[in-house]
């Protein structure tokens, strides 16, 4: 069963300008503290959510990045393009070390971490979910289902399930014990660019093309 829903009008408090091209993602730390975006411009750049000023170096990649992500303490970014990169680094103070993970055979458009971190999944262009260990950087599963892109994937707050939401018009949820579907796609009309979890893991909520918020049970 789902709902629709539109969001009310919102009034910015600050700019953060740096990226010199599209920013395609935005995280916020697990505590709040900080923000990280990821850029066409090769970067991802932290923030200070006090402050909105920049906390650390620029990190920069040799192309295009669409998504990224902050490990569950706080220590680890991870973002992707044409494969992940793993920045280990050390928010306080702030110095990194880089590790690839690679593997998709094509670019990687959304990832996300385990709850206890030791693993990662990504969504990648060709419609596919891998599972990764953060640790080795060996992947260890690959989730199929989707027929193309994999523009979003979120965890729930209890970490038992991902969603992902596609182009192909569908959101799927899928046991991360067992890398199992554990449902029926979820269908719409139209592409969908993102989904989340409601704390109480009861309802996915996603939005795509067609500018509506749908609310599943």
Known sequence: MHNTCRANAFFGLALLQGHTNTVHAIAISFYGQFIANASSDC?????SVRTYQAVSPLFEHADELY??????????????????????S???????????????????TSVCWSRNGEQMFSGCRD??????SSVSGVQLALLQGHTNTV????????????ASASSDCTVRLWSV????A???????????????FSPDRKRVACG???????LWD
Not at 75 to 80: E, L, R
Not at 90 to 108: F, H, L, M, S, W
Not at 177 to 180: E, H, I, L, S, V
């Open 43 to 47: 970067t991802v750049r932290l923030w």
């Open 67 to 88: 998504c990224v992500t902050f490990s569950p303490d706080r220590k680890h970014v991870a973002c992707g393009g044409k494969y992940i990169k793993v920045y280990l």
């Open 90 to 108: 050390d928010i306080q103070p702030y110095t990194k070390r880089e590790a690839d993970i690679r593997g998709p055979p094509d670019a990687v």
């Open 127 to 132: 419609g596919t979910i891998r599972v990764w």
């Open 151 to 162: 523009h979003a994937i979120a965890i729930s707050f209890d970490g038992q399930f991902i």
């Open 177 to 180: 014990r067992t890398y199992q």
């Open 182 to 196: 554990v449902s029926p796609p979820f269908e719409h009309a139209d592409e969908l660019y993102c989904v989340t």
């Open 208 to 214: 795509g093309k067609d500018t509506k918020v749908y």
